[in-house]
């Protein structure tokens, strides 16, 4: 068991550039074993975070990526055949739960209602997650942590995590870095130096004020990242900036249009 416990274990410091006091705050969270959600759009940082956190409290993490075909099951466990017989088998959240991970739902919103629920008890103050199958009452252990993140961009009347959900989380927002920041992660993610990533930013922040004007979504940090890592690989910054900006984020000709100008402008 011990070996599985430490695939999870994040060895090297992954690289964050904190945004505002993010850090001091899940800090806190983790102290008081309060759970997190992590509010933002796509590609800003929030899984790195996550990942940065585990290091910091040296902490396993387990990510599950959620999608609307997970059951609760795919959760918590289920019964496998094997030639011994019948074989119990956690899944990732009882695996965390059972072991003192932290265990990262990624786009919680993808995943249907009745899975959700799933996570209830684990958020009470019990801290508890009954395995009905198996017939056990699983207790969390003292270091568990349960983070979910959540795009509100995306959310319709259809899809959207109930009030009982979400009042079970503390919550920190992510949005775009300011300029000066998202520079230096995208200089440092990228190889580019620091004129090419300060460029890149300034048509972001161009981009993200067509969001609502034809854009559904603000062109994200990894994105930028993906324009420097083709110019640092020596593709012309026009053409990187096509294929990695412009061209995935819309199919609008007049968009297009318009985001090729404002690279134009900086290339
Ligand atoms: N504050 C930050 N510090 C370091 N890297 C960052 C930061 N914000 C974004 N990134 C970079 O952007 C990429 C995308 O961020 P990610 O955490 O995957 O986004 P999200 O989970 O919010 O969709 C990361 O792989 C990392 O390279
Ligand atoms: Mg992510």
Known sequence: MKDTLDQ?????????????DEVALFTAAWTARMPVMLKGPTGCGKTRFVEHMAWALGRPLVTIACNEDMTASDLVGRFLLDAEGTRWQDGPLTFAARHGAICYLDEVVEARQDTTVAIHPLTDDRR????????????????????????????????DLKQSTKQRFGALDFTWPEPGIEAEIVAHESGVEAGTAGRLVEIGTRARNLKGHGLDEGLSTRMLIHAGRLIAGGVAPRAACSMALVRPITDDPDMRDALDAAVATWF
């Open 8 to 20: 999870h274990r994040v060895a090297a410091e992954p690289w964050y550039k904190p945004q505002g």
């Open 128 to 159: 508890a997650l009954p395995l009905e199958k198996k017939g056990e009452l699983l207790r969390a252990h003292a270091d568990f942590l349960l983070v979910i993140s959540y795009n509100p961009g995306y959310q319709s009347l259809m899809k």
